[in-house]
């Protein structure tokens, strides 16, 4: 079944990892679904003072664009062994106005990547907790925790090897599967 699946980044760098890993995948999705990068550069930071009756427009924008998607694939970054404070702004923008989440009962993809050798372990699970308290529905098998990205990606930002490729296009056969059951 096609779906539409949003895909965020939780850097903002121009040459980050994540985005590239991000960009490798998207190739590896079946044709019939739609995958689409959500900017999330320019969402102020969340206060609730200027979210009562007319929303600042990269609010609503934002949130109108997250109403079209299915599914959520999630690239995070660790910073200080959480998730880096612009992806966590993204998600606590997408959750309100209380009662009409954006993320509810969405199923959700996490993967974490660093040049770190233990592949962003923490800011993985620190956001598995948020979607699970905004009532996602991460896939849990297989994790994708991606260290040392350096070594697995070549000089034009393309993955190395058919080795990595294999781990890569597994995980997303079985988000395709786990999507399509929601
Ligand atoms: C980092 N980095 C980092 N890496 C890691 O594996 N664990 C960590 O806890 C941290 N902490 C951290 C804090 C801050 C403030 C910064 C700026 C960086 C390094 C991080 O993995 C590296 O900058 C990546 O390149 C960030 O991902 P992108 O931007 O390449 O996608």
Sequence with gaps: MSKNI??????????????KVAENMREMFDKSNHCEFVDITDLQLYNEDIDQGNPPASYSSYREKLSSFDAFLFFTPEYNRSIPAVLKN???????????SKWDGKPAGI??????????FGANHH???????????PLQQPEMYIGNVT?????????????SIKLFKNFVSAFEKWIDKF
């Design 6 to 19: 949003g895909i965020l980044i939780g850097s903002l760098r121009k040459d980050s990892f994540n985005r």
């Design 90 to 100: 993204a998600l606590d923008v997408g959750s309100r106005p209380y009662g009409k």
């Design 111 to 120: 993967i974490s990547v660093s040049p770190g050798a233990i592949g962003a």
């Design 127 to 137: 956001l598995r907790q948020c979607l699970t308290f905004l009532n996602m529905h």
């Design 151 to 163: 070594q697995i990606l070549d000089d034009k930002g393309k993955i190395n090897s058919e080795e």
